[in-house]
C-alpha cells in the first residue's frame, strides 16, 4: 500500500511526504528536482529523479514498489508566466497528467489526489464561490488545470479510478516544526515576497491594483495553511480507501484577506516596516476569491488546524529567516516597525 508524490520535493509536495512518513504510510517520490530539493525529503524516502509525464519511468516505479495512490503535484503555477508561455503550462500541466494518468490505468492504480486550482472559477459571480460555479478561467495555468479535471472525469468514467481534485485556493506558511517551506528562487507567492522584504531580501513590495472595487482596492485571497492543505489531501486519501466516490473539493478557509491587510500582518508579525509600491493591475488576476468549504467540510474527516492570518505569516517568516541565514545573510536589513 505505497502512495506515489509526484513533485514531493517541492514546496507542497515535501510537506505532504512529511506528513504520510509522519502516519507510517510507505511513500515513493517522483520529482525533475526543477523546482523541488531533495534534501528537503523525509531520510528513506525514496526519489526518483525524472518528469512524471515519463510513462516508463512512471510504470516502473508503480510496479517496483506496488503503488495504490497517486498524489499528483508536479506542474507549473506561476499565472503570469502562463500568460507568457501557454504551451509550457500546458505541456507541464495538461499532457505529463495525461501520461501519468495513462501509466496509472495500466499499472492498476485506482486512487488519484489532484492538485487542481480556484483558477479555473476566473472571477466568480459571487464569493464564497461553491464547486458548481461556472468555469471561466482567466489564465492559461487556470485552463491548463481545469483541462486536467475533466480528464479526470472521463478517465474515471472509463476504469476502475476514483479521484478527488482539490482546487486549492491561496496556499502559504511552512510547516510549523521549521523542516520544509517555500524555497523557490524568484516565487511568486504574495505571502512569500512580503516576507522576503520583512527580512530585507526585497527592496519593496509591488501590489498591483488599487483600483479594484473591494473594501481597500487591492485584490483578495483565502488563504490556507500548507500544513492544513496537505491534512486535506490525507483525508482525501482515507475517503477513497473507505470507498469515496470521486468528488471535487474546494480547498481553503472560507475567509478572505486583502493584499493590503496581508502586507499588514507580515509588518505586525516580523515587527519590520518595508517599502510598498502600487502599481497597474496585471493581466490574469482574480479579483476576489474565496472558497465555499462546506462540501470539502461534509465530506471529509478535516479540521484546520492553523486558521489564522497571523499564524500563517509567523510560520513562513520563520522558515524565511531560516533560508536568509542559511544562504548567507546578504541583502538589506528591514527597518523596525
Same mark, same amino acid.
Given at each position: 500500500?505505497?502512495?506515489?508524490?509526484?513533485?514531493?520535493? @517541492?514546496?507542497?509536495?515535501? *510537506?505532504? %511526504?512529511?506528513?504520510?512518513?509522519?502516519?507510517?504510510? !510507505? +511513500? =515513493? $517520490?517522483? #520529482?525533475?528536482?526543477?523546482?523541488?530539493?531533495?534534501?528537503?525529503?523525509?531520510?528513506?524516502?525514496?526519489?526518483?529523479?525524472?518528469?512524471?509525464?515519463?510513462?516508463?519511468?512512471?510504470? @516502473?516505479?508503480?510496479?517496483? *514498489?506496488? %503503488?495504490?495512490?497517486?498524489?499528483?503535484?508536479?506542474? !507549473? +503555477? =506561476? $499565472?503570469? #508566466?502562463?500568460?507568457?508561455?501557454?504551451?509550457?503550462?500546458?505541456?507541464?500541466?495538461?499532457?505529463?497528467?495525461?501520461?501519468?494518468?495513462?501509466?496509472?490505468?495500466?499499472?492498476?492504480?485506482?486512487?488519484?489526489?489532484?492538485?487542481?486550482?480556484?483558477?479555473?472559477?476566473?472571477?466568480?459571480? !459571487? +464569493?464564497? $464561490?461553491?464547486?458548481?460555479?461556472?468555469?471561466?478561467?482567466?489564465?492559461?495555468?487556470?485552463?491548463?488545470?481545469?483541462?486536467?479535471?475533466?480528464?479526470?472525469?472521463?478517465?474515471?468514467?472509463?476504469?476502475?479510478?476514483?479521484?478527488?481534485?482539490?482546487?486549492?485556493?491561496?496556499?502559504?506558511?511552512?510547516?510549523?516544526?521549521?523542516?520544509?517551506?517555500?524555497?523557490?528562487?524568484?516565487?511568486?507567492?504574495?505571502?512569500?515576497?512580503?516576507?522576503?522584504?520583512?527580512?530585507?531580501?526585497?527592496?519593496?513590495?509591488?501590489?498591483?491594483?488599487?483600483?479594484?472595487?473591494?473594501?481597500?482596492?487591492?485584490?483578495?485571497?483565502?488563504?490556507?495553511?500548507?500544513?492544513?492543505?496537505?491534512?486535506?489531501?490525507?483525508?482525501?486519501?482515507?475517503?477513497?480507501?473507505?470507498?469515496?466516490?470521486?468528488?471535487?473539493?474546494?480547498?481553503?478557509?472560507?475567509?478572505?484577506?486583502?493584499?493590503?491587510?496581508?502586507?499588514?500582518?507580515?509588518?505586525?508579525?516580523?515587527?519590520?516596516?518595508?517599502?510598498?509600491?502600487?502599481?497597474?493591475?496585471?493581466?490574469?488576476?482574480?479579483?476576489?476569491?474565496?472558497?465555499?468549504?462546506?462540501?470539502?467540510?461534509?465530506?471529509?474527516?478535516?479540521?484546520?488546524?492553523?486558521?489564522?492570518?497571523?499564524?500563517?505569516?509567523?510560520?513562513?517568516?520563520?522558515?524565511?529567516?531560516?533560508?536568509?541565514?542559511?544562504?548567507?545573510?546578504?541583502?538589506?536589513?528591514?527597518?523596525?516597525?
Amino acid at each position: 500500500m505505497t502512495v506515489l508524490v509526484t513533485g514531493g520535493a @517541492g514546496y507542497i509536495g515535501s *510537506h505532504m %511526504v512529511h506528513a504520510l512518513a509522519e502516519a507510517g504510510e !510507505s +511513500v =515513493v $517520490v517522483i #520529482d525533475n528536482l526543477s523546482t523541488g530539493f531533495s534534501a528537503f525529503l523525509p531520510e528513506g524516502v525514496p526519489l526518483f529523479i525524472g518528469d512524471a509525464g515519463d510513462e516508463n519511468l512512471v510504470e @516502473g516505479v508503480l510496479a517496483q *514498489h506496488g %503503488v495504490e495512490s497517486i498524489i499528483h503535484f508536479a506542474g !507549473s +503555477v =506561476v $499565472v503570469l #508566466d502562463s500568460m507568457r508561455d501557454p504551451l509550457a503550462y500546458y505541456r507541464n500541466n495538461t499532457m505529463t497528467t495525461r501520461s501519468l494518468l495513462n501509466a496509472a490505468v495500466k499499472g492498476g492504480v485506482n486512487r488519484f489526489i489532484f492538485s487542481s486550482t480556484a483558477a479555473v472559477y476566473g472571477n466568480p459571480d !459571487s +464569493v464564497p $464561490v461553491p464547486e458548481h460555479a461556472p468555469t471561466r478561467p482567466l489564465s492559461p495555468y487556470g485552463s491548463s488545470k481545469l483541462m486536467t479535471e475533466l480528464m479526470l472525469h472521463d478517465v474515471a468514467a472509463a476504469h476502475d479510478l476514483k479521484y478527488v481534485a482539490l482546487r486549492y485556493f491561496n496556499v502559504a506558511g511552512a510547516d510549523p516544526k521549521g523542516r520544509v517551506g517555500l524555497a523557490t528562487v524568484g516565487a511568486t507567492h504574495l505571502l512569500k515576497i512580503a516576507v522576503e522584504a520583512a527580512t530585507g531580501q526585497r527592496a519593496k513590495i509591488d501590489v498591483f491594483g488599487t483600483d479594484y472595487p473591494t473594501p481597500d482596492g487591492s485584490c483578495i485571497r483565502d488563504f490556507i495553511h500548507v500544513s492544513d492543505l496537505v491534512q486535506a489531501h490525507r483525508a482525501a486519501l482515507a475517503y477513497l480507501r473507505s470507498g469515496g466516490s470521486s468528488i471535487t473539493l474546494n480547498c481553503g478557509y472560507g475567509r478572505g484577506y486583502s493584499v493590503l491587510e496581508t502586507i499588514e500582518a507580515v509588518r505586525r508579525v516580523a515587527m519590520r516596516n518595508f517599502a510598498v509600491q502600487y502599481a497597474a493591475r496585471r493581466p490574469g488576476d482574480i479579483m476576489t476569491m474565496v472558497a465555499d468549504t462546506s462540501r470539502i467540510r461534509s465530506t471529509l474527516d478535516w479540521t484546520p488546524q492553523y486558521d489564522d492570518l497571523e499564524t500563517i505569516a509567523t510560520h513562513a517568516l520563520a522558515w524565511e529567516e531560516r533560508l536568509f541565514h542559511e544562504r548567507g545573510g546578504l541583502g538589506r536589513q528591514a527597518e523596525s516597525a
